[in-house]
């Protein structure tokens, strides 16, 4: 059976979200306050209610508990999102991921059982920092606070150099995961594999580790 998602809060992250699912294939339901919204979603999601989500019956009449995966979006409402997260909490469901305005919202967030907390515009902030700092970084995903997997593409100083000539491991303490090349990516790449100009290497790694490797031999841009 498809899976089953419902979105509450149609703001520009709900509604983003919202879309990229039903572009998927997947069944959507689309909850908000505003009948603008849920008109503006009537075509894009699966069914697309006006309701509000601080309700408890209101989401057993929707059946909430059944949705695989719920999303809470409401936007600068921290008090309709925290007691929106705490009943679908209780009523049980399996997958439960909310956008926090703040530290604050997501602690609280995270102490009444929300299963993840996104920050987006945090999140996005840190991603694009690293792009400013090196436009060698295309892309980085935090693991921890130390560790980090980031997407380096590959200049002149490592042209035509395998991995083992590198040593990234030795000099570096970075693993590299894959190495895409234009549409073929290669996972777990072999020793003498080798790098070319424009290739792009995913690496694991600590964060100094992971910065002084990028200093050395992927800055020459
Ligand atoms: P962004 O547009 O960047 O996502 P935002 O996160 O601040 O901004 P809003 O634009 O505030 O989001 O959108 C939140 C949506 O959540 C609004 O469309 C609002 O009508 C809806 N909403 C607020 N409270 C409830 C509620 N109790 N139940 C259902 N929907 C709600």
Redesign the pocket.
Known sequence: MKKQFAI?????????ICRALNEQGLEVLA????EE?VNEFASVATHAVI?????EMTLKSLGIRNFDHVVV?????IQ??I??TLMLVEQGVNHITV?A?NDYHEKVLNKIGAHKVVH??RDMGVRIAHNVVSKNVLDYLELSNEYSIVELEAGKLVDKRSLTDLDLRLKYGCNVMAIKREDDVNVSPAPDDILLEGDIIIVVGADSDINRMEEALFDDN
Request: proline content about 3%; cysteine-free.
């Open positions: 509450i809060g149609l703001g520009r992250f709900g509604g983003s909850i908000d306050t505003s919204k309701a509000d989500a601080t309700e979006a409401i936007g600068d409402n309709s999102s007691l929106t956008k305005q987006p515009e």
